[in-house]
Structures are given as structure tokens and as C-alpha cells.
DNA sequence: ATCGATTTGTTCGTATGTATT
DNA sequence: CAATACATACGAACAAATCGA
């Protein structure tokens, strides 16, 4: 098995070198950049390429470019890039463990303030949810839905966003294959748990909710540790 | 006052026509999309642009490029483009109302983290930190430093980057000079209730270290929230 | 208000390296 | 090994925006 070393191409070079410039405050924010065409001869490198780097952190709000004037380092360029390395982190390197723990922390959050503020129609549809006779077919997916209704709920978009993201990897992960839900006592129990939760939320009790919802990812968290306490050590994809 | 009205540049719309069709599901994850010159003649613009839009969405992990092989839109190409809004969201669009609702939620469950994980010598900075005499000269500066040193210690990497985003946001919005700092009251309380928080957190007494964090956060919002409850409202930067 | 200088935005043509067959 | 298909990269040019004289 080859390690799978991936060429990293100009463009990626160019910006971890730009912004370990910036890091180390040899640029410094407001400052003006030479034009592109001296950039890329400085670099090195075509203009082309000198553009594309610049785009990207152009994107990711460290540089500023205007037609006729320049590029300019942001004001907010150091924060900035700690938004970009988040990001990265984020989409990279997340551990199920890592994950696990934000959930922990935000979603018994989540679900009291879902409890506080979900509308009228949306708890309609949450007792629609669990009216039908959904007899074994308690899907993953299912399990995705009511995490993410119950944050959609929570009118707490940061956190709402933080976990969809989370969510979504999992979904994309090895993890996958060692659900919960492959046990079928398991997906009961995680049925009735997502039951408690919603009736405590459409009753607005939100200290309820956030227990009930503490105490369904805690259980979640003991199966999946105990039983694949090797495999969840692996980082994700 | 002009709306100031910020010309968006071809590469830009390319992302957002792009992001929309994998969206709808016309670009399926998986498939394999044609060659650059074909992408860059039906999209009507040249190939530097279709590249600098490739480029882009390859940063955020939505396409895949390879070269003699092509470029295939990402198997996690829908939890990419989640995760790209996330970012901007966080960039731009957070209110104070909302990250502070988040800091309440995330800081401590942090500090409880660090209680149980802090290192022997971070134990010593922290104290150090304490033991010096700050008379009155304890700025904004400390204050993150101080909250962004108990997210390091807490090892939990996701809400570390996460707050760290959020104090940078914080630092560079308008609502720096209404910080509650500018009460010297209000200084010397946060500076109490950061050495009773740095306290807990030494002698890994993990529940006293939450329960003093969330108080801290709550007094802090309720200073801001009663004093300034207008600009508050106000989105920032 | 026009002109010219500067700079980014955009396009085309061409060459090179890499992977598949 | 050769042919093919493709991304990667470079260079030169023109268009459009901005600013100052």
C-alpha cells in the first residue's frame, strides 16, 4: 500500500506562503501589495497562478482586491486565517471523539432552546414525526432528520450550522458502517429517546428537553466507545 | 450614502451557478464533469475564469481535480457546499446576540474540559497570569486572551477554533467600543471572576469551573444587553 | 470634465506534465 | 511504447475600473 502522497500544486504553495507572511507580520494588515504582474515575477510564478492564489484568499476574506486600485491585506486578515485553518480543521481533521463532544456540549443546548422558541407549525411536524407507526424502519437518515430539525428549531444558527456540518460528517465517514443502528435494540431505544425529547420540546419544557437530550447522545457515545473502541480512533475519511 | 453595491466578478457567479446546480441535483456527487475548455465554452467564459472557479470550489472540497484523469464533483460534495455557507455565515453575518448565545452555551462546558485536562504547566502560566499585580491595567486584550488560554487547555480542538472565530469577529466589530470594559467597574468584576474561573480550573475542580464560567457570561450579557440594547441589535462589521 | 496612468478583470494561444488505454 | 485526454502552467494582450492631474 503506497501512501498516496497528493502533489501539492503551485497555488497551494503559494497561499500556506503568503499567509505564514502575514502570521509572522512581515505583511502586515492594511498594507498595499505590488501589483499582480510583480507578484508573480516575485513568486516566480505566472500570473495566472498568481491570481488564482489570490482569489482564494481573496474568499476567505485575507485579501481585498479592487479593479484599478490593488490588493490590500484585510484588517481582519489574522482572524481571518484562523476562520480558514477552522475551516480546514473542520473539513479535515475531525475525530469522532472531537465531534462527539461538541454534540454533547451543543445539542442539549439546542434542544431547550428549541423548546422555547419552536413555532406552532413546526410542532405540528414534529408530532407528525412520531404519530406514524414507523415499525423498524427507523433509518439513519431519520436519526440525521430529527438532530437537525430539533437545531432548525433552536433559531441558534451558529450552532444549528456547526452541527449540520458535524452531521454531514459523520454521514461521510467510516463511522458509518459501525452505527448504532446496525443493532436493532439500539434503534429502539434511539426511537423512543428521539420520542421523550419531542414532547418535551412541544411542551416548551425546555430543562427536560436539554436533559433528555444529554442523556440520548451520552448513551449513544458509551455504545459506540465500548463497542469499537479501536475504530473510533481513526480519524474520519 | 450610496448602498455601495460591490460588482460581482465572473468567478464568483460560475461559483454560486455551479454550487446551485449540484444542489438541485443536475451535478449528481460522483460524476465526472468535462474537460476545462468544453466547461469554460458552455459556461460562456474564458478558461483562466473556469479555473479560478474550479480552484476555488477544490479548496472547499466540493470538486476534485486530477490531472490526465478530469474533475469529478466530491461524494461529499453537498456537506462542502454546508459546510462553505457555514463559513460565510460565520465571516459575515453572525450578530452579537447569537455568538454570545454560543459562548454561554460552548464556554462552559470549555472551562469544565480544561479543569479535567489542563497540563502542569499551563497550571503555572495560569497562575502566573494571576499572581501579577494588574492594577487597572487589565484591558479588552486580556479578557480574550484569558478565554481563548482555557479553550486551549481544554483540548476540545472544535469549540476552541470555534471561539477563537467568534472573539475575532467580537475584536473587530463595532461593538468594541461599547464593550463593558469601558466601566471600570465592570473591569475589576470581569478580573474577579476570571481569577475565580482560573482558580477552579487549577485545582481541577471541573463543575465549579463550568458554573463560574456561565456565570461570568451571563453577567457580561446582561451588562451589555441592558446598557445598549440598541446597538446591539446592529449586525456586525 | 476629459485624459492618462495604474491596476485588476478577462481572454486567447501555447507548451508541459501526468494518467489512461 | 505510442497515442490520447486532460489538468497544469506560462506569456502576451485587451477591457474595464479607479484615481489624480
Not at 158 to 184: C, G, K, P, W
Amino acid at each position: 500500500m503506497i501512501p498516496k502522497m497528493k502533489k501539492v500544486n503551485l497555488s497551494t504553495q503559494l497561499i500556506e506562503t503568503i499567509t505564514g507572511l502575514i502570521e509572522s507580520g512581515e505583511w502586515a494588515p492594511g498594507i498595499k501589495l505590488p501589483n499582480e504582474i510583480e507578484l508573480a515575477a516575485s513568486f516566480n510564478v505566472s500570473r495566472n497562478i498568481m491570481r488564482e492564489s489570490l482569489k482564494i484568499l481573496e474568499n476567505f476574506g485575507i485579501l481585498e482586491s479592487r479593479a484599478g486600485i490593488g490588493t490590500t491585506i484585510s484588517q481582519t486578515a489574522m482572524s481571518s486565517i484562523y476562520n480558514m485553518r477552522f475551516f480546514n480543521q473542520l473539513k479535515n481533521d475531525s475525530s469522532i471523539e472531537l465531534i462527539m463532544e461538541t454534540r454533547l456540549t451543543i445539542e442539549p443546548a439546542l434542544a431547550a432552546y428549541a423548546a422555547k422558541r419552536i413555532s406552532d407549525e413546526e410542532c405540528e411536524q414534529l408530532r407528525r414525526k412520531f404519530s406514524a407507526p414507523t415499525d423498524g424502519n427507523f433509518t439513519r437518515r431519520d436519526d440525521f432528520d430529527f438532530h437537525i430539525f430539533v437545531s432548525k428549531c433552536s433559531r441558534s444558527t451558529i450552532m444549528e450550522n456547526l452541527l449540520f456540518t458535524m452531521l454531514s460528517q459523520l454521514r461521510n465517514s467510516e463511522y458509518t458502517q459501525f452505527d448504532v443502528h446496525a443493532d436493532s435494540q439500539a434503534v429502539a431505544s434511539s426511537y423512543r429517546s428521539h420520542k421523550g425529547i419531542a414532547e418535551a420540546i412541544v411542551s416548551h419544557d425546555a430543562e427536560a428537553a436539554r436533559a433528555l437530550m444529554a442523556a440520548h447522545l451520552k448513551t449513544r457515545m458509551e455504545v459506540i466507545s465500548s463497542s469499537y473502541s479501536v475504530e473510533v480512533h481513526r480519524k474520519i475519511k
